[in-house]
């Protein structure tokens, strides 16, 4: 079993989701990422589990899109 621990998702969606990255810190990596796109991505990686993280440069503390993101996909997807 291969397991990705450490991912972030960012939404598209900046009017539900407001990034809040500051300006001259590292969050050149921000970039559109949703959790069915990682998902997809890790299995045609071969990837079998995958750790979503709070990405903090995208939204420092407020953990609105991860936390929809796993109560979106939870129900579907085997733990």
């Known amino acids: 079993m291969i397991v990705d621990t450490h991912v ?3 939404s598209a969606d900046q009017g539900n989701y407001p990034r809040q990255v500051t300006p001259g810190t ?3 990596w921000v ?6 796109m990682l998902l997809s991505l890790n299995a045609q990686a071969g ?12 939204y420092k503390y407020d953990n609105s899109y991860t936390a929809d993101c796993a ?7 085997p733990v």
């Open 47 to 58: 990837i079998d589990k995958t750790v979503l993280v709070q990405a903090y440069s995208a």
């Open 31 to 36: 970039r559109d990422m949703s959790a069915e």
């Open 8 to 10: 972030h998702a960012v």
């Open 26 to 28: 590292p969050g050149e």
């Open 71 to 77: 109560a979106s996909i939870l129900p579907t997807s």
